[in-house]
């Protein structure tokens, strides 16, 4: 009888639960849930996989973990710290650091870095460490070389980028990183770089010069809203790095008298995003790379993934955004868009040569802006500047899928200047709505210059291109094959 009472109660209970879910889902709201959820769970697996398989290369960004709030903040003043702009609070930072480093299982921690002028030796960061520069802080590299330590040379380069040997560090470094954030309320970051330059330009230094901001072989990186500026070399320098968002920069420089103090430099890098940044350096604003030459070849980092958008470059003496000369080991699926550079030497440039190795291929460049610059677009394969005399000749780099999309413009002397050459042809290249208005204060015989290059026109552009390119309509409908592709210097004379 027990079990039959049982039996006859689990139908009863089984025909109730029945109602209640016909009930449940004849409701509007509980529809609308269920078709929400499914449709959430859908376009999440799509996105994950599909990134997964394609990657950064059809500009679908990663899936990026964010930084972490950190539970625990210290103050710099806490450690000792006083912001005179003469006492050296070298000891301050550190100190802090290795508080922080204690607390990495826990989540990490803060270190607060008030208004005030904190003058420093180089020092190193941690994993899980938030650095934060207040508004009107100001953390000055300290002048004196024999403060900043010697470090061995980068291993994609074999030497000093100046001078064999070990070369100096940076003010602030990083080694072997995780989950670091460098941020604030537009706080600076000054490495008094005078005097550095002033040395190098008189041959005074036996090392190569430190960056200013140096983090290598680290990930889940975060640099934001703060300045930095008169870097003794290179100013931001992540090296085989990844996963690095750079956002909300200022980067100053002197544009003559600062050799080299480059704006930013992904070296070795995957997975990059720079956005939102004004820069203006003695040097290139931005510059990728991955290695020089045999050395470069042999550590085996492509520079992969990169996106540059929405940046405003001035750079009297190089360009906006170059590529090279360094890239033995590859730069690959790079995207710059809304770019504007003004009162430049170049806009964007290509550069590498013979020795190099390597490859250049896939990157595109869009909604470029270029005012009163010398040279707008500018692809160099003879940049014969080598580590030794012990570099392969016959390591030929290649050029290859480099397109180019509204680039628009005024007062350029010189649109383009595509120079391959035989033994480094450039293959591959496209233009797509381009307009530039020329300045005419020297007389060019060729304004748009093409050697050695293989590549297509879609649509109108201006000036009128080299004929080494052939022609399509806006449709993508062949009008025109190029004329002797390979020959040299061929050019549309104004």
Request: hydrophobic content about 40%; glycine content about 10%; overall charge positive.
């Amino acid at each position: 009888m027990l079990e039959k009472h049982s039996s006859a109660g689990g139908k009863v209970q089984a025909c109730q639960c029945r109602r209640r879910a016909v009930a449940f889902f004849s409701s509007p709201k509980a529809l609308f849930l269920v078709l929400w959820t499914l449709v959430f769970a859908s376009v999440f697996w799509w996105r994950t996989s599909y990134v997964d398989e394609v990657g950064f290369s059809l500009q679908l960004p990663r899936v990026r973990t964010g930084p972490m709030f950190r539970p625990v903040a210290f103050i710099l003043t806490d450690f000792g710290a006083v912001g005179d702009g003469e006492t050296l609070n070298t000891d301050a930072f550190e100190s802090a650091v290795a508080e922080i480093a204690k607390l990495g299982d826990a989540g990490g921690g803060q270190l607060d870095v008030p208004a005030g002028l904190w003058l420093t030796a180089p020092f190193n960061l941690t994993s899980h460490m938030t650095l934060f520069l207040a508004e009107g802080a100001v953390i000055l590299g300290v002048e004196d070389e024999r403060y900043w330590p010697l470090l061995p040379p980068l291993p994609s380069y074999g030497y000093g980028r100046e001078h064999k040997g070990p070369r100096f560090g940076s003010l602030i470094h990083g080694q072997n990183l995780k989950d670091v954030v460098i941020t604030g309320h537009n706080g600076t970051i000054n490495g008094q770089g005078q005097r550095w330059w002033t040395k190098h330009q008189k041959k005074l230094l036996n090392h190569t010069r430190g960056p200013l901001l140096q983090l290598m072989w680290s990930r889940d990186i975060v640099i934001s809203n703060i300045t930095l500026r008169d870097s003794p070399f290179w100013t931001l320098h992540p090296y085989d790095c990844k996963n690095v968002t750079i956002s909300n920069l200022t980067i100053l420089a002197p544009v003559s008298g600062a050799p080299n103090t480059d704006g930013i430099d992904p070296d070795s890098c995957e997975d990059v995003v720079i956005e939102n940044c004004y820069i203006c350096t003695g040097d290139d604003g931005i510059a990728i790379k991955s290695g020089w030459d045999q050395f470069g070849i042999a550590y085996k980092r492509p520079s992969t993934n990169i996106l540059i958008r929405n940046v405003t470059v001035r750079s009297v003496v190089s360009a906006g955004v170059s590529i090279g000369s360094e890239m033995s080991g590859g730069v690959s699926n790079v995207t710059v868009d809304n770019l504007h550079v003004w009162e430049s030497k170049r806009g964007v440039r290509i550069k590498t040569a013979a020795g190099r190795g390597g490859y250049i291929r896939n990157i595109s460049y869009r909604n470029v802006t270029l005012n009163h610059v010398s040279i707008g677009i500018v692809i160099k394969t003879d940049y014969n500047e080598h580590a030794d005399e012990f570099f392969d000749p016959k390591a030929i780099p290649i050029l290859e899928s480099i397109h180019f999309s509204g680039i628009h413009g005024q007062n350029v002397d010189v649109p383009v200047q595509l120079n391959g050459s035989q033994e480094i042809p450039v293959r591959d290249v496209s233009f797509r709505d381009m307009s530039i208005g020329l300045s005419y204060k020297k007389k060019k015989k060729n304004i748009f210059r093409c050697s050695f290059v293989q590549g297509r026109i879609i649509g109108t552009i201006f000036p009128m291109p080299c004929l080494n390119l052939d022609i399509f309509d806006g449709r993508g409908r062949l009008v025109k094959r190029s004329v002797l592709p390979n020959k040299r210097s061929i050019g549309y004379s104004s």
